[in-house]
């Protein structure tokens, strides 16, 4: 993406690092992270700029005995100083290329998808009262999608892409090592064994890694080295956040005693997949 300066449009689940994904390219380019949350709602001019309506009254009342003309007060209350700068626009006038993060844009109107598109095209904006801003240094964007809608094809030609799937067992073992480095090994190895056990059962909300890192602090600060029954209800809060899943967790304590015990063995193994009556059922993902 660098190279070719093109976004990097990022698609996955809730909660297996998009966000981070643009962290640690900010950090690892030693540059400034720049981030636009979407939301439903957003415009152009949350995105993009205001100008300051409480400055530029103040400065109104301030010159009314000045003598200046009324061009010349007008020209002085629409310039740079009194523009507040918002994340697109603050992402193009760096003197050093920033890192901008298009955070979750699939929760954002259609009607802003189509404004960003002319901007991401170009790299240049136009102000009424001041012009076209052109880009200093291009910014290295990255887009996150949870998916809640399909983003358009438009911005999808505009775009590389990347598709970020839950870690594997092994990967999540990877992650829990580097970002907890005094982790108990056993420990790591049962979480990140639980982990691959949760993300196969039907919950509403699936836990990503930030449920894992913050189940394995945890239990870091909690002294344990291992996990078992009463460990796991008493801080099953910080892994699944929805009422019915700890009850559909519950009803399956057969399938996971097995990755309490020592977890030599994956859940799958000690009993059969439920069916909830319903034929097979997976996870819905995102």
Same mark, same amino acid.
């Given at each position: %993406?660098?190279?070719?300066?093109?976004?990097?449009?990022?698609?996955?689940?809730?909660?297996?690092?998009?966000?981070?994904?643009?962290?640690?390219? @900010?950090?690892?380019?030693?540059?400034?992270?720049?981030?636009?949350?979407?939301?439903?709602?957003?415009?152009?001019?949350?995105?993009?700029?205001?100008?300051?309506?409480?400055?530029?009254?103040?400065?109104?009342?301030?010159?009314?005995?000045?003598?200046?003309?009324?061009?010349?007060?007008?020209?002085?209350?629409?310039?740079?100083?009194? $523009?507040?700068?918002?994340?697109?626009?603050?992402?193009?006038?760096?003197?050093?290329?920033?890192?901008?993060?298009?955070?979750?844009?699939?929760?954002?109107?259609?009607?802003?998808?189509?404004?960003?598109?002319?901007?991401?095209?170009?790299?240049?904006?136009?102000?009424?009262?001041?012009?076209?801003?052109?880009?200093?240094?291009?910014?290295?964007?990255?887009?996150?999608?949870?998916?809640?809608?399909?983003?358009?094809?438009?911005?999808?030609?505009?775009? $590389?892409?990347?598709?970020?799937?839950?870690?594997?067992?092994?990967?999540?073992?990877?992650?829990?090592?580097?970002?907890?480095?005094?982790?108990?090994?056993?420990?790591?190895?049962?979480?990140?064994?639980? %982990?691959?056990?949760?993300?196969?059962?039907?919950?509403?909300?699936?836990?990503?890694?930030?449920?894992?890192?913050?189940?394995?602090?945890?239990?870091?600060?909690?002294?344990?080295?291992?996990?078992?029954?009463?460990?796991?209800?008493?801080?099953?809060?910080?892994?699944?956040?929805?009422?019915?899943?700890?009850?559909?967790?519950?009803?399956?304590? @057969?399938?996971?005693?097995?990755?309490?015990?020592?977890?030599?063995?994956?859940?799958?193994?000690?009993?059969?997949?439920?069916?909830?009556?319903?034929?097979?059922?997976?996870?819905?993902?995102?």
């Amino acid at each position: %993406m660098l190279a070719l300066e093109k976004p990097l449009l990022i698609e996955g689940p809730a909660g297996v690092g998009k966000t981070e994904s643009a962290k640690v390219l @900010a950090e690892v380019l030693g540059t400034r992270l720049i981030r636009l949350q979407c939301y439903e709602g957003l415009d152009a001019a949350s995105a993009l700029y205001e100008w300051n309506y409480p400055k530029q009254l103040l400065r109104i009342r301030l010159t009314e005995e000045s003598g200046a003309t009324a061009q010349a007060r007008e020209a002085e209350i629409f310039s740079e100083p009194f $523009l507040l700068k918002r994340p697109l626009l603050e992402a193009i006038t760096q003197e050093r290329a920033p890192v901008l993060l298009i955070d979750e844009l699939d929760r954002a109107d259609e009607a802003f998808e189509a404004f960003l598109l002319e901007l991401l095209g170009e790299f240049q904006v136009t102000i009424p009262e001041l012009g076209t801003i052109r880009a200093r240094e291009r910014p290295a964007v990255v887009i996150t999608s949870n998916r809640t809608r399909e983003l358009s094809d438009a911005l999808r030609r505009r775009c $590389l892409y990347l598709w970020l799937d839950y870690p594997t067992r092994a990967e999540e073992l990877t992650i829990l090592r580097t970002r907890l480095p005094g982790i108990d090994a056993r420990l790591a190895e049962q979480i990140a064994r639980f %982990m691959e056990f949760l993300r196969g059962q039907p919950f509403q909300k699936v836990p990503g890694v930030a449920e894992s890192l913050d189940w394995a602090l945890a239990l870091i600060r909690l002294h344990r080295d291992a996990l078992d029954e009463q460990t796991l209800e008493r801080t099953l809060g910080t892994i699944l956040k929805v009422h019915d899943d700890w009850e559909l967790l519950r009803a399956q304590r @057969a399938r996971y005693e097995p990755l309490l015990n020592g977890g030599a063995q994956a859940a799958s193994d000690a009993a059969p997949a439920p069916d909830y009556g319903l034929g097979t059922v997976r996870a819905r993902r995102g």
